[in-house]
């Protein structure tokens, strides 16, 4: 009898956690979530090492490897710069600059 409720039990857990990780059309795998939070972390850690970006005026958001800036930059050699960094960074596949350069 204790054997038909844990299994029960657990064949209940698999089934709610497998729904749970299903992947449907235009939605990351965990690992691509993860990579792409990895990729976040990289990025936003250059650019508070950089003295020349503000980290705390530029957004970053990865997904499936594209990262994306936004926010605020002081200057063209600001904006270009955070490009760069983010260019350089291991992982990223493209980079889409939207920020507004205000000074």
Partial sequence: MKHTAASLALSGLLAFTAVGCAVTRDQSTVGEYVDDATITTR?????????TVSAMSISVETLKGTVQLS??????????????IARSTPGVKAVKNDIVIRP
């Fill in 43 to 51: 990025v936003k850690a250059k650019f508070a090492e950089d003295p």
């Fill in 71 to 84: 926010g605020f930059a002081k200057s063209t050699a600001e904006r270009n710069r955070a490009a760069e």
